[in-house]
């Protein structure tokens, strides 16, 4: 009996890993075949970007990929948003995401392709405009990742849901697609992946997070008022210029006096203005903050303790209730996003098989915002997985250990993805999770 187990185990590994390998052989060859198509998406893609929200022709791009493809697409779901759908029978439901925004940030990279591209901004301003966070090489892995479905139908049954996203960059595009029915209006999914590009992770590499990955991300005004007056009689002012920097320091003990060490928390002061003469004491000053933490009993207790602070400097500062500090949450905050710890295991596997385990690495969390963690907080609580793209060339990632170099930063008008051998892993690894998946 226990021959005839060992015996069944030993076939089923050997044919699993068959499979495998005939999958991976098949992944190598389409893609082999197609990337010279996928290169020239993310020429088209980077060399026309467009603002959070003022996505259209990129949409529409995307759309029609789809559809030439077999996919039943929808349109302006969420403002711009794309959504296309294909089943294969009966099987699980997969969502895949991209985001589809640009940065205004005027392209410094020096490559040949670099965007020249400029637009007035929702304030009226002239801005360039880059895929300076790596949207443009997303949006190419999400449409390769359709096209290899569709190539590999045979391995695989279930039905996929392929998600442009607008506005990820300025927060907002989760929210309305989420909004608009994204679950409601069509099948909704037993798990969404998604990834983004690392700009300190080499190209053919991945990287994963189980558990937090990213943080909850709040923007915060502070209007500090005061009693003006002239600089040379402070006496008969309450200045708000002194107030507001007693408020910025007493801001710093929250992270280092009030919230646990083991609860990772930041409080940034990143904009002040007030007054416009240096002998002329205001009547107010304006601060602008940027909140992070993971979970939301933190983000509660950092935006108390603020108010706490304000409203208690300004008593000390003798200041009437009706000029208490005016603290503003903006409703474009971001919530944290928290990888399925079980998905991500999966996953994970699924990748050290496909690209080898030298090739995945896992990272610490980060207390960068992404909206996509809004698809896991709905009251479906679906699983979801957000994974590192590696992006950047090998021997500048050694040299930047070396520390001959700085590596440039997501965001950064410098930065410039090594495209071949990031599109081919994004593909190669986002197909592999969806195959497995699907079957």
């Known amino acids: 009996m226990k021959k005839n187990i060992f015996t069944f185990l030993a076939f089923s590994v050997f044919f699993s890993l068959s499979a495998q390998t005939n999958i991976q052989e098949e992944l190598s060859k389409q893609l082999d075949s197609d990337y010279s198509y996928l290169e020239e998406l993310y020429l088209h893609y980077h060399t026309h970007p467009e603002l959070s929200f003022a996505e259209h022709n990129t949409a529409k791009r995307m759309a029609s990929e789809l559809r030439k493809l077999g996919y039943q697409v929808t349109e302006n779901i969420g403002g711009t948003g794309v959504v296309g759908v294909l089943k294969n029978g009966e099987g699980k439901t997969v969502l895949i995401r991209t985001d589809m925004d640009a940065l205004p940030v005027i392209e410094e990279t020096g490559k040949s392709y670099a965007s020249n591209v400029t637009t007035t901004d929702s304030e009226g301003k002239t801005v360039g ?3 300076a966070c790596g949207h443009d090489v997303h949006m190419t892995v999400w449409t390769g990742t359709a096209r290899t479905l569709v190539e590999l ?3 695989w049954k279930g039905t996929v849901v392929f998600t442009g996203q607008p506005a990820e ?3 907002g595009g989760a929210k309305a697609m989420l909004a608009d029915g994204l679950f409601e209006k069509f099948p909704k999914p037993d798990y969404a992946i998604a990834l983004h590009v690392n700009a300190g992770l080499a190209a053919g590499k991945v990287g994963y997070s189980s558990g ?14 005061g009693r003006g007056g002239h600089g040379a009689l402070p006496q008969t002012t309450i200045d708000p210029v002194v107030l507001a920097a007693r408020i910025v320091l007493d801001l710093q ?3 280092s006096r009030e919230i646990a060490p083991s609860d990772p928390a930041v409080v940034t002061v990143g904009s002040i203005h007030g007054g416009s003469k240096g002998n002329v004491i205001p009547d107010e000053v304006k601060l602008e903050l940027t909140l992070r933490s993971y979970s939301d009993e933190v983000r509660n207790a950092i935006i108390e303790k603020i108010n706490r602070i304000c409203k208690g400097l300004a008593i000390s500062a003798g200041l009437p209730e009706g000029k208490y500090p005016k603290i503003h949450v903006r409703d474009e905050t971001t919530p944290s996003l928290y990888n399925d710890p079980a998905l991500v295991a999966r996953i994970s596997k699924v990748f050290q098989q496909t690209i080898g385990p030298e090739n995945v690495i896992a990272v610490p969390p980060a207390m960068v915002g992404e909206d996509f963690g809004r698809y896991g907080r709905t009251e479906d609580k679906i699983p979801i997985m957000m994974y590192w793209l590696g992006a ?5 990632i050694e040299a930047a250990r070396r520390g001959e170099i700085t590596l440039p930063s997501l965001h950064s008008s410098k930065f410039a993805p090594l495209p071949e051998a990031t599109i081919k892993t994004g ?3 986002m197909t592999a999770a969806l195959l497995d998946l699907l079957n």
Request: no cysteine; glycine share 0%.
């Open 129 to 131: 405009v880059m895929h």
């Open 153 to 155: 139908k045979n391995q």
């Open 169 to 171: 960059e300025r927060s």
């Open 212 to 225: 937090y990955s990213m943080a909850n991300v709040d923007m915060m005004d502070i209007t500090v008022y």
């Open 253 to 255: 003990t929250i992270v």
């Open 392 to 396: 950047v060339e090998p021997a500048k």
């Open 427 to 429: 593909v190669t690894t």
